[in-house]
């Protein structure tokens, strides 16, 4: 859909930084077909229940205190992609700051690899809880679902789609209880990213930064599949198995794709973490598992996270 005027949007990238981000939003948008948001008046009440039963039963199972974000939107394709221009930017100025001024093939270069990442993940993304990490409005929180794509994926799966939207949902509200719980880990999270970008910027790599972002959000993807685990009010082992079933029986472009934007990496935070608080909660319940967000110096690191009796006897002695 629109690939002459993706190709179009990226060819013609102006102004004086390493990547136009107008374009970047263009052509990413160009290429991607947006998907229906027409919900029946049934769906739109179905998300807000499944967001405020996750909201309950993810307070009740963690035994942690946290609300909702002010912004919860149900979104197709071209809406996710606009809020992650803006998202993309933030962490990038930085960088961009840095740069000399680019030429004009590099500028392009820049500006379709930033297009064609927002394109794939915006194909494919089902929820997201959003910290606004870097912003400097004040803006709150948000949690996004993409509609379209959870139709789709739920189609595919052949799986009823109010249960996978609900499974969904249950996800994105346990990361957003990780942050109520843990007021310090956005700022936390963005010192260690403008440590990171900081050392580019430099010519160099801070191997401890990006080491300490791997870790943190090793726990905080883990956390989060402990929690909505234990929390979701049915069956999900079909759900798990089918979708990662469908990651590993995608071909071999689209895998290409997945390892470059660092999917992969996450699949194996995903996994990694779970099994570290799973670890944890079989021994002190998903409750104990919580006193990981008490402060940065609760988190495991990168060697406690194979060895989680090592972490709880530090934590817990």
């Known amino acids: 859909m629109g690939l002459y005027h993706s190709v179009q949007a990226v060819a013609g ?13 263009s052509a990413a948008k160009s290429s991607t077909d947006p998907g229906s948001l027409a919900l029946t008046d049934r769906q739109e009440v179905a998300y807000a229940d499944d967001v405020r039963a996750a909201r309950d039963r993810v307070r009740d199972v963690a035994d942690i205190g946290f609300d909702l974000p002010e912004t919860v939107e149900i979104q197709n394709r071209h809406h996710w992609i606009d809020a992650n221009v803006e998202t993309f930017e933030r962490v990038m100025r930085p960088l961009e700051q840095q740069a000399d001024l680019m030429p004009g093939v590099a500028r392009v270069a820049n500006t379709g690899s930033m ?3 927002l394109s794939f993940l915006g194909r494919n993304v089902l929820g997201q809880y959003d910290p606004l990490l870097l912003a400097d409005d004040g803006d709150d929180h948000a949690l996004y679902f993409v509609h ?6 739920a189609s595919t799966l052949a799986v009823d789609p109010d249960r996978f939207r609900r499974w969904i949902a249950f996800h994105e509200v346990a990361h957003a209880a990780e942050f ?3 007021p310090w880990l956005s700022d936390h ?3 260690t990213m403008e440590d990171a970008i900081g050392a580019l910027t430099e010519g160099s790599i801070d191997r401890a930064s990006l080491g300490e972002l791997d870790t943190t959000m090793t726990a905080v993807e883990g956390y989060a599949e402990l ?11 079909d759900l798990r ?4 079933e469908r ?4 071909g071999p472009v689209a895998k290409l794709v997945r390892r470059l934007l660092g999917l992969g990496m996450k699949r194996r935070q995903y996994e990694r973490g779970k099994a570290f608080f799973d670890a944890v909660a079989d021994e002190r319940g998903v409750a104990g598992a919580g006193a990981v967000w008490d402060g940065p110096d609760s988190l495991p690191t990168d060697t406690e996270l194979d060895d989680p009796a090592a972490w709880l006897r530090r934590v817990d002695p």
């Open 13 to 25: 990238a102006s102004g004086d930084g390493p990547i136009d981000w107008d374009a970047v939003a």
């Open 189 to 191: 999270l963005e010192s």
């Open 148 to 153: 379209p794509n959870i139709e789709q994926v």
């Open 227 to 237: 929690v909505m685990d234990r929390a979701f009010d049915d069956e999900y082992d």
């Open 115 to 117: 297009a064609f990442a």
């Open 247 to 250: 990651r590993g029986g995608q």
């Open 241 to 244: 198995r089918k979708l990662d």
């Open 180 to 182: 109520g719980a843990a």
